[in-house]
């Protein structure tokens, strides 16, 4: 998603975009329809010797000013073709997600050596990358996800649709999360707090948006099954929707409960359409959410810190208002994806004159 949208946002701005990804993969798929040229590659294994010296040939072909990746196995296959051609171009890495494993030995030295500058997308991710790798800080930037707050746009998208699909009238309040049912987002706390929260009004409605991850399904069966022996009742689980802002433009407040996230753009989506949040206290969040001032935060998988917090924004309009318009002007001062693309476009602009 998050390369799809650079390069939309590139596109936008006139550069020249191609895009090197696996064959027949969901980026190869999507990224059909939007107009530009795709190199698809194979690859199973880390080591493709085969496809280095097919990326090679493209480059030295195209001559191109510089090369992104937004995934750290990619390395692999770019380093050796940037060997081979002995070409001085700049290489770029954004890091989404945090690693457990410490890559200093002397193969991943080699591969870093040949990136100019990796971008992390948060803070923690920042520090993992300096932990992990053979980078020194002054080879990392901090270029945060962003979202496109046109897009996400409480005056331009309202929910009314949502809640007439789903049968919510006007007078409850509907509090939802959104993530794909994969272990440690949450799902859990999330059902645990809502059930506790019925036990105490009636004017409540709770929504789960998404759906399983591959090889999840199971997961997704043993969430719906805790619902139904939590007897909630007043529990939507929407599934798969591109109906996103419209989702959450239904919501009243907006639930992010994850266990550990490097990021998490739902959770600027979700800012991006005015919803006062409450967000489980780790990692990437500290990044977005600040506590009692567009969001409660809570200790991670603490369900009844989470009800606890539900309930001083539930008892209380005018502090969801207060968080509600706070949150938007964070998003639109911090993640912007035109802030956001230009921060890139500037990264760019500085690593072709270095080569120069």
Known sequence: MVTLTGIKQLMNRGFHVELLCTTESRLHIEASNIGIIIHPVKAGSYFHPLSSLRLAFIIKKIDYDIIHTHSSKDLWVI?????????????????????????????????????TRAVAISSVINKNLIDTTPLKEDRIVLIPNGVDTDKFNPEKVKGDKVRNEFNIQKDKILIGMMARFSRGKGHEEFIKAAAGLNQEYNKLHFMIIGEAS?????????????????????????????????????????????????????????????????CSAS??????????????????????????????????????????????????????????????????????????
């Open 214 to 278: 591959r090889g999840e399904s199971l997961y997704e069966e043993e969430i719906k099954s805790l619902a139904e022996i939590m007897k909630l009742d007043n529990l939507v689980f929407t599934g798969y929707r591109s109906d996103i802002p419209e989702l959450l433009a239904a919501l009243d407040i907006f639930v992010f409960p994850s266990h550990a996230e490097a990021f998490g753009i739902a959770l600027v989506e979700a800012m991006a359409m005015e919803k006062p949040t409450v």
């Open 283 to 356: 990692d990437g969040i500290f990044d977005i959410a600040v506590d009692n001032k567009t969001s409660y935060l809570f200790e991670k998988e603490n369900a009844s810190e989470l009800q606890e917090k539900l309930k001083l924004l539930i008892d209380n309009p005018a502090i969801r208002s207060a968080f509600a318009k706070a949150s938007r002007e964070r998003v639109l001062e911090n993640f912007n994806i035109n802030i956001v693309t230009d921060r890139i476009c500037n990264l760019y602009s500085d690593l072709v004159l270095l080569t120069k």
């Open 79 to 115: 380093v050796p073709a940037i060997k081979l051609l002995k070409k001085k171009i700049p290489l770029v890495l954004t890091k989404h997600i945090g690693s457990f494993i410490v890559k200093k030995d002397f193969l991943h030295k080699f591969l870093y050596r040949y990136v």
